[in-house]
């Protein structure tokens, strides 16, 4: 049963279109990231939620939307998706009250845009 | 700004013998350290970690290494096995300013040679 499970795996869509990649935990855990892994393989932190929260906000275009219905699900929205939007997001979980800093990632979904 | 670098991209090492992976950091801030592994189409997973209080940590074949004064990490793999193949990256998060946020290196791929 995969611990944290993120929906398309792969995205090929045009410039200007809104997309959507969902994400989704069941460990039970209060904290949820979104990490954006670029064709340098940077793999950077764009948001963090804690119990619904926004709690870190990297410097992220207003067209990236992140929304936590509740804390096992934290879903990324992109509006007017532009060439360099293409990279593989990785969503993740942890723990906040054991604060090992221990992230659990999903496998990261793949997107292209032409 | 890049605050880890990993400067090898890749290393190559017989099977049985010692891999060490490096990692250096420029934030003083910094004061927790993990190691990510990473096979493809994976997500990262969590391999090991070391706070700034200690300078050596060992889970199995497995140690970290933390010098602080050099700003300076490395990840001991004794001995390799050719399971052990994969990317692995190096992170850093200063737990007192900003919590669970990680940034981590572009990755070091290992490759071990049966």
């Known amino acids: 049963d995969t611990a944290v499970s993120q929906t398309p795996k792969y995205l090929v869509t045009q410039m200007g279109n809104d997309k959507s990649i969902k994400c989704e935990q069941n460990?039970?855990?209060?904290?949820m990231y979104w990490y954006k892994q670029d064709s340098k393989k940077f793999l950077k932190i764009m948001f963090s939620y804690n119990n619904k929260e926004l709690i870190i906000n990297e410097t992220v275009p207003n067209r990236f939307s992140p929304k936590s219905p509740d804390k096992a699900h934290l879903n990324l929205h992109i509006n007017s998706l532009e060439l360099g939007d293409s990279a593989v997001y990785f969503c993740a979980s942890s723990s906040h009250t054991g604060n090992t800093g221990e992230l659990f990632f999903g496998e990261g979904s793949r997107l292209t845009v032409l | 700004d890049q605050q880890v670098k990993q400067n090898s991209p890749s290393l190559s090492v017989q099977e049985g013998r010692i891999s060490i992976l490096n990692c250096d950091y420029t934030n003083s801030m910094f004061d927790y350290f993990l190691w990510y592994k990473k096979y493809p189409a994976e997500g990262p997973t969590f391999l090991i970690s070391i706070s700034s209080i200690k300078d050596k940590n060992e889970d199995g074949r497995f140690t970290v290494f933390l010098n602080k004064s050099a700003k300076h990490l490395s990840l001991h793999i004794v001995p390799s096995q050719p399971g052990d193949s994969a990317v692995y990256f190096c992170a850093a998060s200063s737990r007192k300013s900003s919590g669970d946020k990680l940034t981590f290196g572009t990755g070091t791929r290992l490759a071990v040679r049966p």
């Open positions: 460990l039970g855990h209060d904290t």
